[in-house]
């Protein structure tokens, strides 16, 4: 959104809600990403804990209120 001159009202990033889920954690990654998360360890497993730890939490929660 712009303002009369030209300026931006609004800014932000936003994602689309419908369409295939990959699309959607693909925008998220680089956001967990900047907070240090990974959605698989270094071997390319998940064990428990590892895409839900401290890191991963901080980053949904910082993007939910984006």
Known sequence: M???KGEPTQVG???RHKGHPVGITDKFLP???A???R???PDWTAP???ANGPEMVAAL???GTS
């Open 61 to 63: 929660q910082f993007y």
């Open 48 to 50: 428990p804990g590892f």
């Open 35 to 37: 907070f240090g998360a």
């Open 13 to 15: 990033f936003a994602i």
């Open 39 to 41: 959605m698989l360890s």
């Open 31 to 33: 956001f967990a990403h």
């Open 2 to 4: 712009y303002d009369a």
